[in-house]
C-alpha cells in the first residue's frame, strides 16, 4: 500500500513537472542565497579583511529578510501546485480514495520536493558562496582567498528552517484536503467564474492606505524624519496595494462598462470582460508582483547609489588626510604647527602642507524665523550646525567671498526656508547671505540622523566668539552644547604621502593610548617627541584612512547585499508570473473554445486575449513605478543618513533602474507568454479545436 502511496506521488509529480520542477528550484535558489548569506556573515577571512566586521554586521541583516520571503513566497507557490492538482485529486476521490489517502499522497510529494530542494540547493549553495566570496572580495578590491569552507552550522540552520517552511506547507495542504469535498476539487478549474462584484468598501480602503502612505514620504523633510515613518508607510503602501489590485480594479473595469458605447464594441467587450475575471482570480498575484517589483527598484537604485557615492561621501567628510584638534597650554614651547608636524614626523609620517584654522559646531534647533538654539543631547529635528571664519572658509574654498558688517554666510542643503537673518540668544540677528558651496574643511565622522547640515560663516571671528559666550553665559545649568571652544582650540588640516595602513595604525595607537589616559579620553595629557616633551590641554586626531575601511565596509555590504536579495526577489517575482501565465493558460483554454465555436476569428481572439495579458501582467510594473517615484522623497532622506547630502544621483540612478528592470520584466513576459499560448493551443488541438 505504501508503494502505491509513493508510485501516485511520483506519477503526479512528473505529470505535473511543469509545475514541480520549477517549484522545487525555487526552494533550492531560496536556499542557497539563505545559506550564501548566512556564510559570507560567519566567513573567517572575510572577518579578518579591513571593514569585513562592518560588512558581516550588514549581511546578517539579510538572513530574516530571505527566510521570512522563503516561507511566505514558497507556501504562496505551492498553493499553485496544489491548484492545478485539485482536478486530478477530485477524480480520486470519486474513484473511492480517501482524504486519508490524499493526505499520504500530498505529504509524499511535499516530502520528496523537500528533499530535492534542500540537497539542491546545498549544491549550489556550497558552490555560489565561494563565487560570491571572490566576487566580494572583488568589490572591496581585496585578495582573494584560494581557501574553501563550508560553514556546517549555517547548513544546519538553514537545513532546520525549510524543514519548519515545508511543514507549514504540507499542514496548510492537508487543511485544504481535509475541508474539501469531490464536488469541490471537480469544479476547482471554474472557481471564480461568478459575475465579479466590486467591492467598494475594499477599493476606497485601498485609496486611503496607499495615499497615506504616499502623503507620509511626500511630508518626509529630513533623514531622522524618513527612519521613523518608512516601515510604517511602506506597510501601508503594502497593504494598499492588495486592497487595490483586488477590489479597485474590478470596480474601475465596472466603470468602463457602464459606459455603453465604448463597452459594446467587440474588442472593448472581450478585452474589459476577460481582464474583470482575470483581475477577480489574479488580484492577490499581481499585488505581490508589484510589491516584489517595487522593492527590487528601491533595492537596486539605493544600493548602486550608495555604492558609488562612498567615495563621494568620504572626500565630503574628510577632504584632507588627517585632521589634529589641539590646545596648547600658555607657556607652551613651541608652536601648534611646529608640535603637529614634529609629532608626525617622529611617529613615521610624511607631512605635506599644513593648513591651521579655528572651527565649532553643536546639534542645534533652527525656526522659521532663524533662530538657532544649540542643544545639549539629542532631537532628530535638530541640524548639525559648523561656524567657521571667511578667512578659513576662503582659504580652504580656494574662494574670495566677501561679507559685509553683521552679515553672516550660509550654506545648506536641508534647510527648506529662504532664511532672511539669523540669530541666537543673547545677540542680535545676523543677515544671511547664501553660499554656494560648503566649507573644505575636515568634518569627520558626522553620520548622524538628524535633520541635516548647516554651515554658518563669520566675517569677524570675534563674533564668533561672541556668539559663543553669549550663549554659554545663558545656561544656567552651565551645560556646553559645542564641541570645542573656539577661540581655544586650533584644528590643523593636512596630507600624507605615507602608505594608507601606515596612516591607519598611527591613528589607532593614538586613539588607544587616549583611551588608555585614566583622567579620561579629552584629558590634558603629555606628548612624547623626539626632542622632549609637550604638553597639551587637548589632543585628538582624525584620520581618513581609519574610517575608510569602515565606511567601505558598510556601503560594500549594503551593495552586495542590495545584489543578494534583487536576485532574490527577481526569483520570486519570475516564478510567480510563471505559474500564473501556467495557471491562466490551463484556465482559459476552454473560454478560446468557447469563442472560436460562437464565430470569433483566430485574429480577433489573438489580440483581444493579447491586450487583457499585456494590460494585467503590466500593469503591476506601472504601479510599482508609480510607488518609487512617490517613494523618492522618502528614500532620499534616507540616503542622508550615510552622508549622501546631494540626491541628484539617486533620481538618475532610479530612472535608469526602472527601464532596465521594465526591459528584464517584459522579457520575462516574453518568455512565460510563450509558455502561455503553447499550453492554449495544445489543449484546444486535444479538445478538436483550433485558435
Not at 522545487?24 to 572575510?46: E, P, T
Not at 569552507?149 to 507549514?168: G, K, M, N, P
Not at 545649568?477 to 559645542?482: A, K, L, R, T, V
Not at 481572439?605 to 501582467?617: A, D, H, N
Amino acid at each position: 500500500m505504501r508503494n502505491l502511496y509513493l508510485k501516485l506521488s511520483l506519477q503526479s509529480m512528473k505529470k505535473n513537472r511543469a509545475m514541480f520542477v520549477p517549484y522545487i528550484l525555487f526552494g533550492a535558489v531560496m536556499f542557497a542565497l539563505l545559506y550564501v548569506v548566512g556564510a559570507l556573515a560567519q566567513d573567517s577571512y572575510v572577518a579578518s579583511i579591513e571593514g569585513g566586521s562592518d560588512l558581516q554586521e550588514i549581511l546578517i541583516l539579510g538572513n530574516p529578510i530571505i527566510a521570512i520571503s522563503s516561507v511566505i513566497f514558497i507556501a504562496y507557490i505551492s498553493s499553485f501546485v496544489l491548484k492545478r492538482q485539485k482536478k486530478e485529486f477530485g477524480l480520486y476521490r470519486i474513484l473511492g480514495m480517501e482524504r486519508k489517502h490524499l493526505v499520504r499522497v500530498v505529504i509524499i510529494e511535499n516530502v520528496l520536493a523537500a528533499i530535492a530542494s534542500i540537497l539542491i540547493g546545498i549544491v549550489i549553495g556550497v558552490s555560489l558562496e565561494k563565487v560570491a566570496q571572490l566576487s566580494l572580495l572583488k568589490i572591496m578590491n581585496k585578495e582573494a582567498d584560494m581557501g574553501f569552507e563550508i560553514s556546517t552550522i549555517q547548513l544546519i540552520s538553514d537545513i532546520l528552517i525549510f524543514s519548519v517552511v515545508y511543514c507549514i506547507i504540507i499542514l496548510k495542504n492537508i487543511k485544504d484536503i481535509v475541508f474539501s469535498s469531490a464536488l469541490d476539487y471537480m469544479n476547482e478549474s471554474r472557481t471564480g467564474e461568478k459575475r465579479p462584484k466590486a467591492n467598494w468598501v475594499g477599493a476606497i480602503l485601498g485609496l486611503l492606505f496607499t495615499g497615506t502612505g504616499y502623503v507620509m514620504s511626500m511630508k518626509c523633510e529630513n533623514s531622522a524624519g524618513a527612519l521613523n515613518i518608512f516601515f510604517f508607510a511602506v506597510i501601508l503602501v503594502i497593504i494598499g496595494t492588495y486592497f487595490l489590485f483586488i477590489s479597485a480594479s474590478v470596480g474601475f473595469l465596472q466603470i468602463m462598462k457602464s459606459n455603453k458605447k465604448y463597452y459594446y464594441k467587440i474588442n472593448n467587450f472581450i478585452s474589459i470582460s476577460g481582464m474583470t475575471y482575470r483581475m477577480k482570480r489574479n488580484g492577490a498575484g499581481l499585488a505581490s508582483i508589484c510589491i516584489l517589483s517595487t522593492m527590487v527598484l528601491v533595492i537596486m537604485s539605493s544600493a548602486t547609489t550608495l555604492y558609488t557615492s562612498m567615495y563621494d561621501v568620504l572626500d565630503e567628510q574628510f577632504p584632507y588626510d588627517f585632521s589634529i584638534a589641539l590646545q596648547m597650554p600658555a607657556d607652551a614651547t613651541m608652536s601648534g604647527d611646529e608640535f603637529v608636524t614634529s609629532y608626525m614626523e617622529d611617529n613615521g609620517i610624511e607631512v605635506g602642507d599644513v593648513k591651521s584654522y579655528r572651527t565649532t559646531d553643536a546639534l542645534s534647533l533652527i525656526n522659521e524665523n532663524g533662530y538657532i538654539d544649540p542643544i545639549v543631547g539629542y532631537d532628530p529635528n535638530a541640524y548639525v550646525v559648523t561656524i567657521v571664519s571667511l578667512d578659513d572658509y576662503n582659504m580652504f574654498n580656494d574662494s574670495s567671498i566677501e561679507l559685509g558688517d553683521n552679515q553672516v554666510g550660509l550654506y545648506s542643503l536641508d534647510i527648506k526656508e529662504d532664511l532672511e537673518q539669523v540669530s541666537f540668544t543673547g545677540d542680535n540677528a545676523f543677515e544671511v547671505v547664501n553660499l554656494d558651496s560648503d566649507s573644505k574643511m575636515i568634518k569627520g565622522d558626522t553620520l548622524t540622523v538628524c535633520s541635516g547640515y548647516v554651515t554658518l560663516v563669520f566675517e569677524n571671528p570675534e563674533d564668533i566668539v561672541r556668539v559663543q559666550n553669549s550663549i554659554l553665559a545663558s545656561r544656567e545649568d552651565g551645560s556646553n552644547p559645542f564641541s570645542n571652544n573656539y577661540d581655544a582650540c586650533v584644528f590643523y588640516a593636512l596630507d600624507s604621502s605615507s602608505e594608507p595602513k601606515t596612516q591607519r595604525d598611527f591613528s589607532d595607537r593614538v586613539f588607544n593610548s587616549r583611551m588608555a589616559n585614566p583622567e579620561g579620553y579629552n584629558a590634558p595629557c603629555t606628548i612624547a617627541l623626539a626632542g622632549g616633551s609637550q604638553s597639551a590641554l587637548l589632543f585628538d586626531i582624525t584620520s581618513r584612512a581609519s574610517f575608510e575601511f569602515s565606511y567601505l565596509g558598510v556601503f560594500d555590504g549594503l551593495f552586495f547585499l542590495g545584489i543578494l536579495l534583487c536576485t532574490a526577489f527577481i526569483v520570486i517575482t519570475v516564478l510567480i508570473m510563471y505559474f500564473k501565465q501556467l495557471l491562466e493558460g490551463y484556465e482559459d483554454a476552454g473560454n478560446y473554445l468557447i469563442m472560436r465555436k460562437v464565430g470569433l476569428d483566430v485574429k480577433t481572439i489573438k489580440k483581444t486575449v493579447f491586450t487583457q495579458i499585456v494590460t494585467v501582467f503590466f500593469l503591476p510594473l506601472i504601479v510599482a513605478g508609480i510607488h518609487n517615484a512617490f517613494a523618492y522623497p522618502m528614500i532620499s532622506n534616507l540616503l542622508k543618513t550615510f552622508g549622501i547630502s546631494d540626491t541628484s544621483k539617486f533620481f538618475y540612478v532610479l530612472v535608469a533602474s526602472i527601464v532596465i528592470f521594465a526591459i528584464a520584466y517584459g522579457i520575462i513576459f516574453f518568455f512565460t507568454g510563450r509558455k502561455y499560448y503553447r499550453i492554449v493551443r495544445e489543449s484546444a488541438e486535444g479538445s478538436e479545436a483550433s485558435l
